[in-house]
């Protein structure tokens, strides 16, 4: 595997803070860089991904502004790709097609394996 240069990061947009760091310790064991988001507001009010960038967006409805950051990261000039990780009943489906594939969907619970090939996917 490359090792992720500086440019290249990955934002853990979660609200469970267990499991985010559980996400952010597996994937900088494989040499990548990870930047932890508490929430969808606190992405959009301070960070400023690139085209190179990953986010790892948790889709909880009950929590709306994770859809309005989905939605500005899919019309997002800087294109950053996602990896969504959601619930059984939600509306995303793993065999959705989004345009040129910038998005991977997971659906909980998602195993070790399938989130760093999620990552790598997207990278």
Do not use: W
């Amino acid at each position: 595997m490359d090792v992720t240069t500086p440019s290249q990061t990955i934002y853990i947009v979660d609200g469970d803070p267990a499991l985010s760091l559980s996400a952010k310790c597996l994937l900088e064991a494989r040499d990548r860089a990870v930047e932890l988001c508490a929430d969808a507001g606190q992405f959009l009010s301070q960070t400023r991904c690139s085209q190179s960038d990953t986010v790892l967006l948790d889709l909880d409805p009950k929590k709306p502004l994770v859809f309005r950051l989905l939605n500005d990261l899919l019309h997002s000039a800087r294109r950053p790709r996602i990896v969504v990780t959601t619930g059984a009943n939600s509306a995303l489906r793993p065999d959705d097609i989004f345009p040129g594939e910038r998005i991977k969907v997971l659906v909980h619970p998602v195993n070790p394996g399938e989130l760093v090939r999620a990552i790598d996917f997207a990278a």
